[in-house]
């Protein structure tokens, strides 16, 4: 009998409890402009003030008038393009509010290799012979090894 009478108590509890994780979660992607990481602008990297020096620094690289950060930083098919945002998204997220990330910010493994087969793509005619010629190698080369300022400009 006393069940009977907690069921309708922890209905409205857990009911009110979803309420608020869905309006914390709506005003905060409200706030922090969800949306605009939907995009393909430029524009929505630098909501996180973090980026600035990268925006800044894209726009004076060779790659500004080709290339937008979604070219080189996100998988070119749908679904990985999606849910390599949403990983990203996450992890930027918890980096920020818990402000455990280094100085200056460095990309991740997993970043790397797609910011390397974005490269390999676009300039497939230039990176055949060179990567037929490390084949040898047990290491991958990633471009920006070598080229780190094309996309985000000369290093200060």
Sequence with gaps: ?????LAPAIGVLLSSLVGVLIGTGGYT????EGGS???NDPKA???CHIMRGAY???QHSSHHAVATCNDCHVPHDLVGKYWTKLDNGYHHSRA???QDFREPIRIRPANLNVLNRNCVQCHSELTALIRHADSASSEPTHCVRCH???GHGPRR
């Excluded at 009998?1 to 009478?5: C, E, P, Q, Y």
């Design 45 to 47: 990297c630098v909501n």
């Design 56 to 58: 800044d620094d894209w």
């Design 96 to 98: 920020f509010t818990f």
């Design 37 to 39: 990481y939907l995009s």
């Design 1 to 5: 009998m006393k069940f009977i009478r």
């Design 29 to 32: 992607f409200y706030y922090a």
């Design 148 to 150: 780190d300022s094309v």
